[in-house]
């Protein structure tokens, strides 16, 4: 059971638009950043938003964060089938001292 | 190039001892704090360890509190993860990953794979 929870999936067609929500308390994204995280098959996690809604460098704006008290969301437009992995939110866990993450959202883009 | 590669992965009986460990190059090590984070086969990403640049501070996931140690030497850009007293659930791929800000990793390793199985 993960502290922050995600939808197990979400899908949607090509060149539409899908979000994936977030959700926590008070103690983790109530008062810490949120990153998001991209996971393609096979490969390790890629960094794709911290700080709740900044993109590093290379990471496409079609990638946006958003955070409004204890849930964050993740957007991704334009969908393309290189898009389909799984998606990760995590944050700091203050009463825990640990770092959380969701359980994982897979995206189909159908 | 910003990399992390992570090594000292393999077969291990319940019971038993590994050291993981990774190594840094392509940025100044010692500025930032470090995470190992595991993944189980086919199952999410649990944060496992995190050690500050400097090597003072660190912190554990209550599954693991106890068995693992984290460590670093800066002088030889390295990060590693002493793991004791190994159960089957601690079976997964251990990735390395550098700190961005405080709960966010811009880089992570490959992973290495750990087996705890008789």
């Known amino acids: 059971q993960s502290v922050l929870t995600q939808p197990p999936s979400v899908s949607a067609a090509p060149g539409q638009k899908v979000t994936i929500s977030c959700s926590g308390s008070?103690?983790?994204?109530?008062?810490?950043?949120v990153s998001w995280y991209q996971q393609l098959p096979g490969t390790a996690p890629k960094l794709l938003i911290y700080?709740?809604?900044k993109r590093p460098s290379g990471i496409p704006d079609r990638f946006s964060g958003s955070k409004s008290g204890t849930s964050a969301t993740l957007g991704i437009t334009g969908l393309q089938t290189g898009d389909e992995a799984d998606y990760y939110c995590?944050?700091?866990?203050?009463?825990?001292?640990?770092?959380?993450f969701g359980g994982g959202t897979k995206l189909t883009v159908l | 190039e910003v990399q992390l590669v992570e090594s000292g992965g393999g077969v291990v009986q319940p019971g038993g001892s590994l050291r993981l460990s990774c190594a840094a190059s392509?940025?100044?090590?010692?500025?930032?704090?470090m995470h190992w984070v595991r993944q189980a086969p086919g199952k999410g990403l649990e944060w496992v360890s995190l050690?500050?640049?400097?090597?003072?501070?660190?912190y554990y996931a209550d599954s693991v509190k106890g068995r693992f140690t984290i460590s670093r030497d800066n002088s030889k850009n390295s990060l590693y993860l002493q793991m004791n007293s190994l159960r089957t659930e601690d079976t997964a791929f251990y990735y390395c990953?550098?700190?961005?800000?405080?709960?966010?990793?811009?880089?992570w390793g490959q992973g290495t794979m750990v087996t705890v199985s008789s």
């Open positions: 990953a550098k700190t961005v800000v405080i709960g966010a990793f811009d880089i």
């Open positions: 392509g940025f100044t090590f010692d500025d930032y704090a």
């Open positions: 050690i500050s640049g400097d090597g003072g501070s660190t």
């Open positions: 008070s103690s983790n994204i109530g008062n810490n950043y």
């Open positions: 700080d709740n809604n």
């Open positions: 995590g944050t700091w866990e203050s009463s825990l001292r640990a770092v959380v």
